[in-house]
């Protein structure tokens, strides 16, 4: 009987093979013809084998005797086992341990390093080289030649193997060995010596190993038996070590099987990883216009668990270390560094995210779209209209109503009204619209909307508190039809104070629906066909006239809005809005807002009724001191910065000192804002003759919550604007030029100013004295920022220029990580 090999290339016959050898070969046949494998099939106790009997000539006789493939097996291992016995007699000597001839067994045992000995030894905790011995290097140092051609000192700790059986190794050849040792590396191996030496409690050395599986401990074998040992972790583990060498034990059976299920759950967890690698290397490829769409990426669960790891990863939000480990083995695997701006650079490659990616939302996890369930129970409402007031509506439809809001308006809360009284008086009526009709304190509809607090209007999109279609066919006031409302009316007496306030359930028939810019326009042609409306700007002036004498505090500004209506594309066109809030339009709807809210607070208080009332402790402000400041950004920024902050009391009306009211209420938006929701709740409770549905201490709760998710949303809606403004600027010729009103001085070197034209507050260094702070400045701006002056930073004027001149030099990193806290850098 004889087995072959390959070793150097060339087949090697060897006669008298080891015990393991016949037995794997053996097995192996057993196991293509039984059932799955299992160690306990081979030990002699098991009863694994076949128990059939079988003819068989006895070698050297002419008898034929009958055996059972069990007794075969045992008399053919028993003679090998004998033979296996003697060999294990020579492996001290051929490995020339220097240990004073002694053999322990199962003791590892050191050998002394010599010049000469091939050894392997460790060069840093990544890197194994093979090396020959040259010479000794101080006391205990040596100096080794290694596979790479490099001569290094290195330290006997370093040494983790001594190839046994060579004295003077050509250091020539030790690539050629190592080659060797790698075609003959076969960690099948491993499982038969595993199976017989779990079988026998035994442990093992690599040279013992190469006995078993190579019957041999010639140099080569020996390493390859040793890379064996020393690479697996599956079948075999370190007992004890001794110096370079060491002595390695079979696992059991149990912790191996647990391995090898981790090691599938590895490999299959690797074959995602890569198919998973390339789809992303596939979309990056394609040009933008042919990227997958987002919701491809969620189809398949194990696509859709590393895509939202990614995603999480890129806005700092990962809920477990496993989506971290996730993530970051993704980009390792896609050769990018393991941060949040390459997992959301991978993301806008990919196509997952838009390039102008509101990150603050998905950071701050703002809902968008509303449960299938919201929606369904929002659908029963508007097929099943129930209005528990229908009786008791005031009919109005007499009246001219005006609805007057920006063009982009999705939801309209509110209309008005006017006439002049036979006295002269001027009455006007404030309707609202009456989204009680519909929802419930407690419904399902009602609990998403206090979850959400409040609309969300961002320059890229609108995401309404109620669903879209309940919010914009049920609710809102329509133009020429029949619309449910709650209406407030007031007479003024002739110096703009409350005369007469009355609040009722109406029903109303809104005659024009109007921009600002229309209802200004209106306004200044003076027409007679809209006395009306004029009414309302009289209205409004006496009512500024009164809040003004009454303390308030004028804060009215200019502002900035932008709608993007193509935020998806790279290069979105960008519409930016300047509205001053005191054009004749805005001041108008402001003045009748404030005025019905304070009209709402009175009657809160009257029936004693607990509301949201909101108030500002008066300021010691004294206008007089900001007299020498002009109207408008300067003055009214100089104002703001010495207000004290507002307050909400939920059982009696406290004094707005800053908009000059003994009590005020939000009432005008029940449909973009909860508070004003929870107040029409309890004003319509009062009306049909009920208690109000909430107490003081219910409304509390609810108010700390959904204030919470307010400040949420007007952080995100602020940060947001910042971004598309700063996004309109780079766009612009790099010749063009802004005026620049100074707003004050912040410290030394410091000063803010304001861009005219766009509305927009920056913070500039400056070097030199600045020119007058009321007196606009022209101001140049970069054509396009680049990550490398993304910094806040200093910058000296250069020989040549202009010392009166302002150069924006500079973006803050807000343009790309969306903080909110746009500034662009002046220099003087």
């Not at 909307?449 to 669903?467: D, E, I, K």
């Not at 009103?741 to 600045?770: G, Q, T």
């Not at 001149?805 to 969306?818: D, R, W």
């Amino acid at each position: 009987m004889i087995s072959v090999r390959a070793v150097n290339t060339c087949s090697i016959f060897r006669s008298s093979p080891p015990v393991s050898s016949f037995r794997f070969r053996f097995n192996k046949h057993l196991r293509t013809n039984t059932s799955s494998f299992h160690y306990d099939r081979y030990s002699k106790s098991g009863s694994g084998f076949p128990t059939s009997r079988f003819d068989l000539p006895i070698l050297g006789h002419g008898d034929v005797r009958s055996y059972s493939l069990q007794s075969f097996v045992d008399a053919v291992f028993e003679e090998l086992t004998s033979n296996h016995k003697r060999k294990r007699q020579g492996i001290c000597s051929a490995i020339k341990l220097k240990t004073g001839g002694e053999v322990l067994d199962d003791k590892p045992v050191n050998q002394a390093v010599e010049k000469g000995l091939l050894v392997e030894f460790k060069k840093d905790s990544e890197r194994v080289l093979l090396a020959v011995v040259q010479r000794r290097d101080g006391k205990k140092n040596w100096m080794v030649y290694d596979q790479n051609g490099v001569t290094s000192s290195i330290k006997p700790q370093q040494i983790t193997y001594i190839v046994p059986g060579v004295d003077n190794f050509d250091q020539t050849q030790i690539s050629s060995f190592i080659q060797k040792a790698q075609q003959n590396l076969d960690t099948s191996l491993l499982e038969f010596a595993w199976i017989e030496l779990l079988e026998k409690n035994k442990s093992v050395t690599p040279e013992e190993l190469a006995e078993m599986i190579f019957g041999s401990v010639e140099p080569l074998e020996s390493y390859c038996a040793h890379l064996l040992l020393s690479k697996d972790d599956l079948y075999f583990t370190v007992q004890e070590t001794k110096g370079s060498r060491s002595l390695y034990g079979p696992r059991p059976t149990v912790q191996v099987e647990e391995l090898m299920r981790r090691k599938l759950a590895k490999e299959a967890a690797e074959k995602e990883l890569q198919e998973f690698v390339q789809l992303l290397t596939s979309a990056k490829a394609m040009p933008s216009n042919a990227k997958p769409p987002k919701t491809s990426w969620v189809v398949e669960e194990k696509i859709r668990c590393k895509i939202e790891s990614l995603e999480a990863y890129a806005i700092d939000a990962c809920k477990s270390n496993d989506e971290k480990r996730i993530a970051g083995m993704i980009l390792t695997a896609m050769g990018m560094g393991k941060t949040a701006s390459s997992a959301l650079n991978l993301l806008i490659d990919i196509g997952y995210f838009p390039v102008h990616v509101n990150l603050d939302m998905l950071k701050l996890n703002i809902h968008t779209d509303h449960p299938d369930e919201i929606i369904s129970a929002a659908e029963d409402l508007l097929s099943e209209p129930v209005d528990p007031d229908k009786i008791n509506r005031k009919d109005l439809t007499h009246l001219k109503v005006y609805a007057i809001d920006v063009d982009e308006a999705d939801e309209l809360d509110d209309a008005l009204s006017a006439t002049r009284l036979q006295d002269g008086r001027i009455k006007v009526w404030i309707h609202v619209a009456d989204p009680t009709q519909y929802v419930q304190p407690g419904s399902k509809v009602d609990r998403e909307a206090m979850r959400r607090g409040t609309s969300v209007f961002l320059p890229t999109a609108t995401y309404p508190m109620f669903p879209e279609k309940l919010a914009m066919e049920g609710m809102s006031l329509k133009q020429g039809e029949v619309c449910n409302a709650l209406t407030v009316s007031v007479i003024l007496h002739s110096d703009g104070c409350i005369a007469e306030y009355s609040v009722n359930n109406s029903i109303i028939k809104p005659t024009y629906m109007l921009t600002y810019e229309s209802a200004s326009e209106l306004l200044h042609m003076n027409l007679e066909e809209e006395a009306e409306l004029k009414l309302l700007s009289e209205a409004a002036s006496l009512r500024l006239q009164w809040r003004r004498e009454q303390g308030a505090v004028d804060t009215a500004t200019i502002e900035t809005r932008i709608k993007v209506p193509n935020p998806e594309d790279p290069e979105p066109a960008i519409n930016l809005y300047v509205e001053n809030q005191a054009d004749p339009a805005m001041r108008l709807v402001s003045e009748m807002m404030l005025l019905c809210g304070e009209a709402i607070a009175t009657f809160g208080s009257c029936n004693n009724i607990p509301l949201p009332y909101r108030g500002q402790p008066q300021s010691n402000i004294d206008v007089s001191a900001f007299a020498h400041l002009p109207e408008g950004p300067v003055r009214s920024l100089a104002m703001v910065r010495i207000m004290r902050g507002a307050e909400i009391d939920l059982r009696k009306p406290i004094r707005h000192g800053i908009l000059g009211l003994p009590g005020y209420v939000q009432f005008t938006s029940p449909i973009r804002r909860y508070l004003d929701l929870l107040a029409h709740y309890q004003v319509k409770a009062v009306l049909r003759g009920d208690s109000p549905p909430l107490s003081a201490g219910q409304l509390e709760g609810m108010a700390s919550l959904v204030n919470m998710q307010t400040r949420v949303v007007r952080r995100l809606c602020s940060s947001s604007l910042q971004y598309w403004i700063i996004e309109f600027l780079r766009r612009q010729p790099k010749e063009k030029k802004y005026r620049a009103l100074i707003l004050r001085f912040i410290k030394d070197r410091v000063a803010a100013l304001l861009l005219v034209e766009v509305r927009v507050v920056y913070y500039s260094y400056k070097y030199s004295l600045f020119p007058n702070p009321l007196q606009p400045l022209s101001v140049p701006l970069p054509q396009s920022p680049t990550p490398s002056n993304l910094k806040r930073r200093k910058k000296k004027g250069k020989k040549g220029e202009d010392p009166n001149a302002l150069n924006i030099f500079g973006f803050s990193g807000c343009l790309y990580c969306h903080c909110g806290y746009a500034c662009l850098f002046i220099e003087h």
